[in-house]
Structure formats: C-alpha cells, structure tokens
C-alpha cells in the first residue's frame, strides 16, 4: 500500500547549522509533496511545499530537493534558529488521490 | 488564523460516552479532512469529505462517524468511548477534492476520557 517514510525521528542541531530531513514515498503517482510543521500544542502548519515537475523550490532559509526516480524528497533548513524547533511531517499525495500519506514526523531541537 | 474553526477546543468526557466535535472550513474549501493525534504521534488520517459526500476512509473506528452538511461544517461522531480515544482530533480543509491542495489545519479539539 501506499507508505511515506520519514527520517530521522529526531534531530538535534546547535543554532545556525543546517538541518536535513528526508521522506521517501512508495507510490509512484505521487506529484505533491507538502511539508508541514507543528509546533508543540498547535496546528500543523504549511511551510513549503513541490509538485513533481520541479526538482527544487526555496523559500529563505527553507527548501525542498524532489528526486522522482529514487522516490524520494528532503526538506533543508539552513542557519537554523530556536524557533525551528518542532515536529515536521512530510506527505505525498497523487492525481485523482484522495488520501494525504502523512511521514511519522521529525522532531527537531535547535540547541542556543 | 487559518480559516479553519474548531469546536470545542477542549472536551472531557467518561468512558461509554458519545461526543461530537465540529468544524468549519476555510471560506471556499469544498474539502474536509479528519485527523487523529494522540500524544507524541503523527497523523493519522480518518475520513475526508468533498462537498457533502465521503471522499476517502483512512483508520476509522466502526464507532466513529462523520459527515459533512450543505453548509459544508463537518462533524465527527465519537461513540463508546476508551481510553485511548484521548487524542487531539484536527480537522483541515483544502479547495479540492483530488487532494493535491494544501491542507489548512484548525487548532483542534482536545478530547480527554476519564
């Protein structure tokens, strides 16, 4: 069945690295892939988000790398801050699907 | 503010009971969408709704229900109640129905079984 797994379940960065998050998708149809973050005790909120006929989208200190033939994408964050910390959920979704495959999500600590 | 009202935002009920949460879409989103949290969990999918008629299931319990009304509010029935439905119970809402939206996100309902 369909299936989205997201790595790792945890990461800890010192302020103003970078950090890397990487999702890998089973179904082939898949075109959209959002990312969002969630943080503690709040709604999941869009942060950034591709389709499948680009490679690569950014939005300042945030971006997203699709790689269609190995099924899988990744979210960057650079010059990571204090309030980057939370958990981040990637999905993939495909045309005519109904259903968001949601990854287990990331926490991510951003030591000061 | 995502456009997205959910209510109640906290509930607490015993074991056995039935209660319904609420919510209404962002202005213009035919799209509703159900989640279950429960603590330190990812999301997991229940039921989308598009335009009054059901979409996609994901994990729904045979005690849960939901339904979406022509005004386009969506209700979640929850019924004999465990324990472990003690979750954060989100609703989202996208503008389409095949899904390739983004999703916009309510602040949730708390649901606590005593």
């Known amino acids: 069945g369909e299936n989205v797994e997201q790595h790792p379940s945890t990461l800890s960065v010192q302020e103003g690295d970078s950090a890397v998050i990487k999702c890998t998708y089973s179904?082939?149809?898949?075109?959209?892939f959002p990312w969002y973050k969630q943080e503690l005790g709040k709604r999941p909120q869009l942060i950034i988000d591709i389709r499948s006929n680009v490679g690569e989208k950014k939005d300042q200190r945030i971006a997203v790398t699709l790689n269609k033939t190995a099924k899988h994408f990744s979210l960057h964050i650079t010059e990571t801050q204090p309030e980057d910390s939370a958990v981040y959920f990637c999905a993939a979704n495909r045309i005519g699907g109904f259903k968001t495959i949601f990854g287990a999500g990331t926490r991510l600590f951003v030591k000061a | 503010d995502s456009g997205v009202t959910q209510t109640p935002k906290h509930l607490i009920t015993a074991t056995g009971q039935r209660v319904t949460l609420r919510c209404s879409p962002r202005?213009?989103?035919?799209?509703v969408y159900w989640y279950q949290q429960s603590l330190d969990q990812g999301l997991q999918f229940l039921i989308q709704?598009?335009?009054?008629?059901?979409?996609a299931k994901g994990n729904i319990l045979e005690r849960f229900s939901a339904q979406q009304f022509p005004d386009l509010h969506s209700e979640l029935n929850l019924s004999s109640l465990e324990l472990g439905d003690s979750a954060l119970y989100f609703c989202?809402?996208?503008?389409?129905?095949?899904?390739?939206?983004?999703?916009?996100f309510g602040d949730g309902t708390r649901l606590s079984i005593l």
């Open positions: 989202a809402s996208s503008v389409a129905a095949d899904d390739n939206q983004p999703q916009h």
């Open positions: 709704y598009y335009n009054g008629e059901e979409r």
């Open positions: 202005s213009g989103d035919l799209s």
């Open positions: 179904d082939s149809a898949s075109n959209y």
